[in-house]
C-alpha cells in the first residue's frame, strides 16, 4: 500500500473549520509536513511538527500528530475561499539533511460558499 | 528567505529532443537538491537527489541516462531530460533545503510537455 494517505478531497463551507488527515507507515518519521498547492503552481510549506510533539499551533493552523496510530491532521479554523488548494501530507524519515520527502497524493480543498 | 526559482515554468518539445530544467537556490547554498515529479492526480514521487559535486543518487524505477542531473555549484541543480517521448510528458518540481532549517523549499515547477 502507500506509505502516506490522505483522502482525495474535502468540502467545508466558508467560515468553517477544515479538518485535513493523513496516515503514514514509517514509525521512524522524524518530520512531518503539510504542503499547499495551487493550480499550476509550486509547493508552498505551511506548517512541519517533529515527531517528539503532539501538537503545534500557528495562527488559523493547527497540527495534530499521534504516533501511536502513525496518524497526522491539519485543521484551517475559520476557512475562506483562498484555502482552495490541494493539501499535501509528507514525511521525512531519517535525521539526515539529505533526504526526499514521500508525500501523500494530496486532498483537494473546496470551499462552498 | 529560502528562495528556489525554477526556469522554465512551462515547456513544450518534439518527441527524441532534449530537455534541460533549472533549479536555483537564491539566497543560500544547497549541498543538495531534490527533483521530483508529479503526475495528475497522483502525488509527488522522488526522482533524485542531487549532490554538490557528486553523482546525482536515484530512486529506484528512475533511469539515470533518461533523466540527467548535473549539481556543478552550490546554488544550482540542473535535469535534463533526453531523448523526450510523450509519457515523459509531466510536471517536475525541484527542492532545497536550508541547513538549520527543517522545511524544505519548492520551486515552482515547470510543465512539460512532448508532442
Known amino acids: 500500500g502507500e506509505d502516506v494517505e490522505q483522502s482525495l478531497f474535502l468540502s467545508v463551507r466558508e467560515g468553517d473549520s477544515s479538518v485535513i488527515n493523513c496516515t503514514y507507515t514509517?514509525?521512524?518519521?522524524?518530520?512531518l509536513y503539510w504542503y499547499k498547492q495551487e493550480p499550476g503552481a509550486g509547493l508552498q510549506l505551511l506548517t512541519y511538527i517533529f515527531s517528539n510533539m503532539d501538537m503545534k499551533q500557528d495562527q488559523r493552523l493547527t497540527v495534530l500528530l499521534n504516533k501511536k496510530d502513525k496518524h497526522l491532521s491539519l485543521r484551517i479554523a475559520d476557512t475562506q475561499t483562498g484555502d482552495s488548494a490541494i493539501y499535501f501530507c509528507a514525511e521525512r524519515r531519517s535525521g539526515g539533511g539529505a533526504d526526499g520527502l514521500t508525500f501523500g497524493k494530496g486532498t483537494h480543498l473546496i470551499i462552498q460558499p | 528567505g529560502a528562495v528556489v526559482s525554477q526556469h522554465p515554468s512551462r515547456v513544450i518539445c518534439k518527441s527524441g529532443t532534449s530537455v534541460k530544467i533549472e533549479c536555483r537556490s537564491l539566497d543560500f547554498q544547497a549541498t543538495t537538491m531534490f527533483w521530483y515529479r508529479q503526475f495528475p492526480k497522483k502525488s509527488l514521487m522522488l526522482m533524485a537527489t542531487?549532490?554538490?559535486?557528486?553523482?546525482?543518487?536515484?530512486e529506484q524505477g528512475v533511469e539515470k541516462d533518461k533523466f540527467l542531473i548535473n549539481h556543478a555549484s552550490l546554488t544550482l541543480s540542473t535535469l535534463t531530460v533526453t531523448s523526450a517521448h510523450p509519457e515523459d510528458s509531466s510536471f517536475y518540481i525541484c527542492?532545497?533545503?536550508?541547513?538549520?532549517?527543517?522545511?524544505?523549499?519548492f520551486g515552482s515547477g515547470t510543465r512539460l510537455t512532448v508532442v
Open positions: 527542492s532545497a533545503n536550508l541547513v538549520g532549517y527543517y522545511g524544505y523549499t
Open positions: 542531487s549532490n554538490e559535486g557528486s553523482k546525482a543518487t536515484y
Open positions: 514509517d514509525s521512524s518519521s522524524t518530520y
